[in-house]
């Protein structure tokens, strides 16, 4: 069953940090994440949907670089109980996605480095 929901995830996209500051600097780069012109890459969701009580996907859409594509986020584990300080009830889990590099403008290095790119995501919030 489908259930709206406000969900928005915002990435400063210069806050990439590989280890290694000489492709820090390429990721960053123009070629790539382009931080100067697009600081932040975004997913903003409407609608979630659930298998009995379990969160099993979260649908929206993802920008970076400017460009805006529907994304389909995977439940890998999903959890929600009540919180005694809060006394209300958190929920958090992990999310994946897969999107390809190709599709937000992402070409440079396309012979050496595979177009898919694995998203892994963690959440945690309060119900309203």
């Known amino acids: 069953r489908a259930q709206r929901l406000d969900l928005s995830i915002s990435i400063d ?3 990439v940090n590989s280890g290694v500051r000489v492709l820090d600097t ?5 070629e790539m994440l ?18 009995g009580e379990a ?6 859409e ?9 994304l389909t986020l995977t439940a890998l584990r999903w959890n929600c109980r009540l919180n005694l300080l809060f ?12 999107i390809d590099r190709s599709d937000f ?9 595979a ?3 694995r998203l892994l995501i963690q959440v945690e919030g309060i119900r309203q």
């Open 115 to 117: 177009d898919r790119v």
């Open 34 to 51: 382009d931080t100067a012109a697009s600081p932040m890459a975004t997913f903003v969701a409407r609608e979630a949907r659930f298998e």
């Open 26 to 30: 390429l990721l960053r780069g123009s």
């Open 87 to 98: 006394l209300r009830e958190v929920c958090g889990g992990d999310f994946e996605a897969q």
């Open 105 to 113: 403008g992402i070409t440079h290095g396309a012979l050496c480095v």
């Open 62 to 70: 993802f920008t970076l670089r400017g460009i805006r594509q529907p």
């Open 13 to 15: 996209t210069s806050s």
């Open 55 to 60: 969160l099993r996907e979260v649908l929206g």
